[in-house]
């Protein structure tokens, strides 16, 4: 089969490599279209010690299954496998699992024409929608596990409250949209992108911010801060934004350089939130969205064959796109 191939720092290349071969438990499925995650830039960037090249990066992914008893059927893949039996496990957190994997990580992932999957893994979607757009299941999965677990800590709806995102990539992308849906009026996106804001301003109609060019936001002001870049960069002014008995809800994973102010945190009771992935419960409900209009059209979704996948890379790496997800098409 054909797959795209990380091999070193920022070398990405198309190339033959084996055909995956189910294991036991496991179904084959054709991949029929794999979003580009920030997670695998960071690998590309050299900067994740827990993809080692030469792999098959990959993981936002959708397409039809090969064999097993529902061969044919158009699926989503939850590509976090998890043991199933562990204490996380039994009490409905399996993306805390001790034993979990990710493929596209140490697995090979799904850049590539076929990828293999635990049968209990993949969610069935619904045949008018079509593979681009199911292939946003998993960025759209972690933005709802984040606003759920904020909905949760919040004394008032998410809807009323003065909320800052800072990054426009597709998970910020995302938890904007599912905010707008929900009522939520009051609204920034912080992104240092040119390109990416005017997408932003498009498709989801908020406010938007240059943090380099910009008036520096207002401290103190934001009840829900979402931190979607999780760098030095805007750990500190993610915590500068928060007001006291606000929220400050930490997706991202860029580095882990900078510190929090812990003196704001305590005597402002301020609320950290670590989020990691989603659900299983999280993944068919992104779906459900999608299906259902909840997230818009997504037209500011860009596609391009997986044959260019190491030209989209470089283009994402020098911000040479607007899209703040790309989508690879075998």
Known sequence: ??????????????????????????????????????????????????????????????????SGPDAGRRVVINPLITCGQCESCDTGRSNLCDARELIGMRLAGAYAEYVTIPSRNIIHMPDSMSAVHASITEPAATALHALNLAREASNRPLAELNTLIIGGGAVGFLAALFL???????????????????????????????????????????????????????????????????????????????????????????????????????????VQAIESGLLGDLNWVETRPLSEGAQAFQDLDEGRTAAAKIVLIP
Not at 40 to 65: F, N, Q, T, W
Not at 212 to 240: F, Q, S
């Open 1 to 66: 089969m054909k797959a795209l191939v990380y091999t070193d720092t920022k070398q990405i290349i198309y190339r033959d490599e084996p055909d995956p071969v189910p294991a036991p438990g496991d179904v084959l499925m054709k991949v029929e279209a794999t979003g580009i995650c920030g997670s695998d830039m960071h690998a590309y960037h050299g900067k994740d010690p827990r993809r080692v090249p030469p792999l098959i990066l990959g993981h936002e992914v959708a397409g039809s299954l090969v």
């Open 180 to 286: 707008r849906g929900y009522g939520c009026n009051r609204l920034v996106i912080s992104e240092t992108n040119p390109l990416r804001r005017e997408s932003l301003v498009a498709h989801t109609g908020c406010r938007v911010h240059d943090p380099i060019n910009d008036p520096p936001l207002e401290n103190d002001a934001y009840d829900l801060v979402i931190d979607a870049v999780g760098g030095g960069v805007t750990r500190k002014p993610a915590m500068a934004a928060v007001r006291t008995g606000g929220m400050l809800v930490h997706i991202g994973l860029m580095d882990t350089e900078g510190v929090f102010d812990i003196r704001k945190l305590t005597l402002f009771e301020v609320k950290l939130l670590g989020v990691y992935c989603y659900t299983p419960a999280d993944v068919r409900a992104a």
